[in-house]
């Protein structure tokens, strides 16, 4: 996420996606197939916009991330990449966001990835404690939305003992076989959270995967 902030954070993280539970392996597609087509995605204008800068977004690419920042929070719950996409999202100032979606071979291991990620951000917070003494971290569960076959939203406030403090809101959706999770971070706190608005974003999030 913001990185001139969180780059001291993610360094003391770096140890939580090999100490996440590998999930249940995702569904590959047999050898000589057509790849799989990526769902819909979020554009540029479904963020929550921000007060002093337009936001910009990059190319649908396959697997999790170039950098694993999702995964410094979610351990493993986001697979190994394969038939997965994500889409990264920037400003001029300090926020950013990311989608990740996954498709499954069944509903029943969408339903699964879905309860795991839910449970990697619940338990987010201890795990970034112990990880690093110097940051402290707080949760807050925004609920739950009526959309396909459900939706959460949470918020992740972190503050360093140097001063460095981040907000970030993450939700994850389920479409039949996709799960999608999205990201969004900047610098502050709980009361700069456009909750409203992310959580409209979720909605179009979910709705976008079909």
Known sequence: ??????????????????????????????????????????SAADLPPHPSSTWTSGRITAGVSPEGE??????????????????????????????VSVK??????????????NKDIKS????????????EAALKDYGKLDVEEGAHVYGLHTATSWGATDI????????????????WGQMGDFDDAPVKAFKKTTVTAVNKLH
């Open 168 to 183: 970030r809101l993450l939700s994850v959706g389920r479409d039949g076989t996709t799960v999608t999770v999205v990201d």
């Open 1 to 42: 996420m913001v990185k001139h902030t969180r780059a001291r954070m993610l360094t003391g993280l770096a140890a939580l996606s090999a100490a996440g539970l590998v999930f249940g392996a995702v569904f590959a597609a047999p050898a000589g197939a057509a790849a799989p087509k990526p769902p819909g995605f979020l």
């Open 70 to 99: 999702l995964d410094r929070c979610l351990g493993a719950a986001l697979g190994d990449g394969r038939n997965s996409w994500y889409r990264d999202f920037r400003t001029d100032l300090d926020a950013s966001a990311r989608q």
């Open 104 to 117: 499954h071979a069944t509903v029943s291991a969408a339903k699964g990835r879905y309860a795991r990620i």
């Open 124 to 135: 987010c917070p201890v795990r970034i404690e112990r990880a690093d003494p110097e940051v």
